[in-house]
């Protein structure tokens, strides 16, 4: 097994289940698109790696809260376990990454410039009368043998 961590985008969301043991799963497919550059130095899109990540336990209940009201769509970064898993399919070989994820967050969507509806915050602290570093030093030594100074102190 190899360690993995990314972030993706969520393909298909199955929900939360529940083992025989009582214990809380999710699991969803992610698909991370390489972006690199080509000969003309534009970035292009290069080919996709599909995850199978499964996260277990009490954080899974959690983040199936959050991952359902968005639609079961998102960007999610996960860290875990990775291994292969090599399978048939209609008599073609294929190939999977299987993760068992330490860790699930999902990644903020964009909000628009002005925040929506939001306010601007607002300023709570007034700005100086007066800048204490344009006044020069009074009776400024110099600290490290300089000698007396009138230049601020930094």
Do not use: C
Not at 96 to 124: E, I, K, Y
Request: glycine fraction near 14%; aromatic fraction near 8%.
């Amino acid at each position: 097994m190899a360690n993995v961590s990314t972030t993706a985008n969520i393909g298909t969301y199955h929900g939360l289940k529940y083992g025989n043991d009582g214990k809380p799963r999710i699991s969803f497919s992610a698909a991370e698109t390489a972006r690199i550059k080509d000969q003309a130095g534009q970035w292009v899109d290069g080919g996709t790696t599909w995850f199978n990540v499964t996260l277990f336990g009490g954080a899974s209940e959690a983040l199936d809260q959050i991952i359902a009201s968005q639609g079961g769509k998102g960007k999610v970064n996960f860290t875990g376990r990775m291994s292969t898993r090599v399978y048939e399919h209609n008599g073609e070989k294929r190939e999977s990454l299987d993760v068992v994820a330490d860790s699930v967050g999902l990644v903020p969507r964009n909000q628009p410039a002005n925040g929506g509806n939001q306010q601007q915050p607002t300023r709570t602290q007034a700005a100086p009368q007066q800048d204490p570093w344009a006044a020069p030093a009074t009776q400024d030594t110099g600290g490290w043998g300089n000698g007396p100074t009138n230049e601020p102190a930094f």
